[in-house]
Every structure is written in C-alpha cells, then in structure tokens.
C-alpha cells in the first residue's frame, strides 16, 4: 500500500456526490418513499419532525465525508512532521487552512445562485459562474513550473475579485453580504478540522490520549442543557459566525475517522501482492457492504433489537472470513473492522437514549453508528480499490480527490451551465413522477462527477 488510499479518496467522493444527489429529490406532494429522504423530514410535507426516529440513506452522507476528512488528517500531517517541520508552523498552516475553509463557506453561501435570486435568470447564471470561476486563483493549487512572483499575483488578482463579486451582488441585486451567511456544512467542517487537527498533532503517540477526550466531549454533550459548567462551555462563542463549540459534537465521528487514518499509516509501508482470486476477501467485502441497508431499514422500521442480533451475527461471520484471507491487507483490514464493530455497537447500545437514532437533533447513537459503518465501508472499498484496483469506483475517486470543486460546483457549476444552455428546463420536462425526478436527479449527478473527473485528471485541483 501507500500513504494515498484510493479506498479513502472514494468514500470522500461518494458522500460528495450521494450529497448533491439527496438535494436534487423530487419534493413536492407525490414524492418518493420516505426512506429516500431525511428521516426527520418524512413525505408528503416534508416538514422537520424531531419525533421521527430512524435514519436513512441520506443521513449517512454528512458523517461519512466528516470520517473520510478525519483520516486524512494523520496521512496530510504525518508528511510535514517527516520533513522536519516545526510543530507551530504545522498549527499555523492548520489555522490558515481553517480560516480558508470558514472564508470559502461565506463566500459560497453569497454567490450561489438561488441565494441572489429566488428566479434566477441568465444574468444571475452569468454571476454565479463567475463566482466559481473566481475561486480558483485562490484555491487553485499552482504548478510547481510557476515562480513564487507569479502565485502571489495571481492569489492577489483572486482576493480582490472576491469582494468585488460581492460588492457586485450587494449593489445591483440588493443582497447585503452578512458573515453570519455562510454554508454550514462547510462551517462546520472548518470548526472541527481546526480542532481535531491540532488534537491529532498532540495525541499522534497515544490512541488512549486521544479517546480520553471522548470522555470531555460526552460530558459536554450529555451536560449541555442543564444550568451548570457544561452549559456555559458548550455555548462558549466570542465569534460565532466562525466558531462554535456546539460544531465540535461531530469530533464523536472525525476522531474514529482519524484512528482510520492512522491505521492506513502503520501499514503503509507493507508490501501488499493484488490476489489473483481470494473469496474469503471478496466475501467479507460483499457481507460488510450488506450490513448497512439492513441496517438502516431495521433502524428506520424501528426493529432495533431484531436487526442487533442480526448485525451481531453477521459481523461475527464477518469476521470468520476475514480470518480465513491470506491477504496481506489482512491486519489492517481486522484493525479496521474491529473498530467498525467497536463504534457501531456502541451506538447501537445507545440507541435507546434520547428516544432513538436521529441525525437533527444528532443523539449519541447516531455519531456512534455512523462511524461504525464508515469504517465498514472504508474496509470493503479499501478492498476493493486498493487491493484489486476496480475501476469501475472511479468517478468517486477523482471526485473524492477535488472536493472543493465537486462542493462549488454543486450550486455554482451545475445549475449555471443547465439554466444557460436551456437543458435544465428540457429535463423539467421529462419529469412526469417522482421517480423520473429521481432519474433526473441521478443524470445531474453523474454530469457534475464527470465534470470533475476532468479537472482532476488534467490536475487542477482546489485545496484549501
């Protein structure tokens, strides 16, 4: 193996693209089964119920791209640290990369496209394409061909088109720019990047140091809504529009994910042959894949103890044919999966509190499930990819690696590019049910992954 895990790099690419595909479901009266939605915002009216127990398919989507950005935390950072690089100029490359993701949140949230108008016309198309194309001379990551002199201008030329883009927004659209108007999802995965990087950096000896924090994490989140000290921390936010310790309850799903980063680490350097054909391999990968609709149905049927006992019993011959490979991925894959059924039955043991699994509110349970199923999927795609090197996974891989243009492109290369060339209203036409919407959903979809796919394989990428 190597430090670059394709395995990795496509279960990013799957909760991009699963991402933008849940946001394209038809929503209106004859909708789809409600299972293919949020589970808290159930057909036909699709208002937000906190009763509704259960989770979905979509719910799965925000935790598996927060696992994947926590495993990549330990492969980035383990190369500065091997270069001799000092640990504050870590903190401070960390620092900036936050500030970057917290500004790249702001500024997406201003220019997408419905956010300046409720009816966009080519006009407002034009702009939000211009926005995205503004991006890049700042996030672009250069050619190593280019002169220190070039970069810095072209960084300087891309942070003064920003504001005027902005400003652009502000004077002729009347939509005054707020920092408190930002993505939150990006948000969100800027706090606990922040957070859990520099958590990484000072536990990167001690997988115990760091568990010790779940501990403080727990007492937080199960405190936070007396009177007492963990109130008042948990509300902690001189600037709220860029940090929240109410953000950091997804560090319950990033820490898992970076223990996987660290697992991929110690076997890096082991040779590892492709088999020519190993069953016991392919069939622990098949079985691992199985678990989670059969979890996810049992969890939002609400079977909970029925589909327990059956996770129980397939992890246990999970785990029988995971011992009968002669891989020699076998380790890491055994470190893998055992954690995987660690955080799962663990939050399955949780499932009961707070009512049930949910993701809004997120309860304990979810964080716990959902990181336990990331690491099954991480374990069967590592298989997969990494040690039979299918090719068939691409377009996750290479949207997996280019997130911030699979991100930005969501809202402002896509939807521009369709309202310009009148092919978006053309699709409106073929939509005559739900599932057409989904079929539609499904074309938008693959569209923005081949788009990507391009960019990344003539290596332009974004990175923040």
Same mark, same amino acid.
């Given at each position: 193996m190597t430090n670059r895990s394709y395995g990795l790099d496509a279960l990013r690419g799957f909760a991009i693209l699963t991402m933008f595909l849940s946001g394209l479901l038809p929503f209106y009266k004859n909708t789809l089964p409600a299972w293919m939605y949020h589970a808290q915002v159930p057909p036909p009216l699709h208002k937000f119920n906190p009763e509704v127990f259960g989770i979905t398919w979509v719910d799965l989507v925000f935790p598996f791209f927060i696992f994947a950005m926590g495993a990549a935390i330990p492969l980035a950072l383990r190369k500065q640290i091997e270069n001799g690089t000092p640990v504050f100029k870590i903190i401070l490359k960390i620092v900036e990369r936050f500030l970057l993701l917290a500004g790249f949140a702001i500024y997406i949230q201003h220019i997408k496209p419905y956010a300046i108008s409720p009816e966009p016309d080519l006009h407002v198309w034009m702009i939000a394409l211009i926005g995205f194309i503004a991006i890049f001379p700042v996030l672009l990551r250069m050619p190593r061909s280019f002169s220190t002199g070039s970069v810095r201008y072209i960084r300087i030329a891309g942070y003064l088109l920003i504001p005027a883009i902005i400003l652009y927004i502000q004077l002729v659209f009347k939509k005054p720019f707020s920092l408190y108007k930002s993505d939150i999802i990006i948000l969100v995965l800027s706090n606990i990047y922040l957070v859990g990087s520099i958590l990484w950096l000072f536990t990167r000896k001690s997988n115990l140091l760091r568990f010790s924090v779940f501990g403080i994490l727990i007492a937080l989140r199960l405190g936070h809504e007396s009177s007492g000290i963990a109130n008042l921390i948990w509300n902690i936010s001189p600037f709220p529009w860029l940090f929240k310790i109410y953000f950091l309850q997804y560090l319950f799903i990033l820490i898992p994910g970076t223990i996987a980063g660290d697992m991929i +680490? &110690?076997?890096?350097?082991? &040779? /590892? *042959?492709?088999? &020519?054909? *190993? &069953?016991? +391999? /392919? +069939?622990?990968?098949? +079985?691992?894949i199985i678990h989670i609709p059969l979890l996810l149905y049992g969890l939002f049927t609400r079977e909970v103890v029925t589909i327990t006992l059956v996770a129980i019993g397939m992890s246990a011959m999970a785990y029988y044919l995971l011992r009968k490979s002669a891989s020699g991925a076998k380790s890491l894959l055994t470190s893998m999966f055992a954690s995987g059924v660690f955080f799962l039955f663990l939050g399955l043991l949780f499932e009961s509190y707070e009512g049930g699994i949910r993701k809004d509110h997120a309860t304990m349970s979810y964080y716990f499930v959902t990181s336990g199923l990331a690491f099954y999927t991480l374990s069967a795609l590592i298989i997969i990819i990494d040690i039979y090197g299918k090719k068939w996974l691409n377009l996750f891989v290479t949207n997996g690696q280019n997130p911030m243009i699979a991100y930005a492109g969501i809202s402002n290369l896509i939807p521009p590019l369709l309202g310009i060339t009148g092919v978006g209203s053309l699709l409106d036409m073929i939509v005559i049910s739900p599932w057409m919407g989904f079929v539609k959903g499904l074309f938008i979809t693959l569209l923005l992954a081949v788009i990507v796919n391009i960019f990344t394989k003539r290596k332009i990428f974004l990175r923040a």
């Amino acid at each position: 193996m190597t430090n670059r895990s394709y395995g990795l790099d496509a279960l990013r690419g799957f909760a991009i693209l699963t991402m933008f595909l849940s946001g394209l479901l038809p929503f209106y009266k004859n909708t789809l089964p409600a299972w293919m939605y949020h589970a808290q915002v159930p057909p036909p009216l699709h208002k937000f119920n906190p009763e509704v127990f259960g989770i979905t398919w979509v719910d799965l989507v925000f935790p598996f791209f927060i696992f994947a950005m926590g495993a990549a935390i330990p492969l980035a950072l383990r190369k500065q640290i091997e270069n001799g690089t000092p640990v504050f100029k870590i903190i401070l490359k960390i620092v900036e990369r936050f500030l970057l993701l917290a500004g790249f949140a702001i500024y997406i949230q201003h220019i997408k496209p419905y956010a300046i108008s409720p009816e966009p016309d080519l006009h407002v198309w034009m702009i939000a394409l211009i926005g995205f194309i503004a991006i890049f001379p700042v996030l672009l990551r250069m050619p190593r061909s280019f002169s220190t002199g070039s970069v810095r201008y072209i960084r300087i030329a891309g942070y003064l088109l920003i504001p005027a883009i902005i400003l652009y927004i502000q004077l002729v659209f009347k939509k005054p720019f707020s920092l408190y108007k930002s993505d939150i999802i990006i948000l969100v995965l800027s706090n606990i990047y922040l957070v859990g990087s520099i958590l990484w950096l000072f536990t990167r000896k001690s997988n115990l140091l760091r568990f010790s924090v779940f501990g403080i994490l727990i007492a937080l989140r199960l405190g936070h809504e007396s009177s007492g000290i963990a109130n008042l921390i948990w509300n902690i936010s001189p600037f709220p529009w860029l940090f929240k310790i109410y953000f950091l309850q997804y560090l319950f799903i990033l820490i898992p994910g970076t223990i996987a980063g660290d697992m991929i +680490l &110690k076997y890096s350097e082991v &040779k /590892i *042959d492709k088999p &020519k054909s *190993d &069953k016991w +391999l /392919i +069939l622990f990968a098949t +079985l691992t894949i199985i678990h989670i609709p059969l979890l996810l149905y049992g969890l939002f049927t609400r079977e909970v103890v029925t589909i327990t006992l059956v996770a129980i019993g397939m992890s246990a011959m999970a785990y029988y044919l995971l011992r009968k490979s002669a891989s020699g991925a076998k380790s890491l894959l055994t470190s893998m999966f055992a954690s995987g059924v660690f955080f799962l039955f663990l939050g399955l043991l949780f499932e009961s509190y707070e009512g049930g699994i949910r993701k809004d509110h997120a309860t304990m349970s979810y964080y716990f499930v959902t990181s336990g199923l990331a690491f099954y999927t991480l374990s069967a795609l590592i298989i997969i990819i990494d040690i039979y090197g299918k090719k068939w996974l691409n377009l996750f891989v290479t949207n997996g690696q280019n997130p911030m243009i699979a991100y930005a492109g969501i809202s402002n290369l896509i939807p521009p590019l369709l309202g310009i060339t009148g092919v978006g209203s053309l699709l409106d036409m073929i939509v005559i049910s739900p599932w057409m919407g989904f079929v539609k959903g499904l074309f938008i979809t693959l569209l923005l992954a081949v788009i990507v796919n391009i960019f990344t394989k003539r290596k332009i990428f974004l990175r923040a």
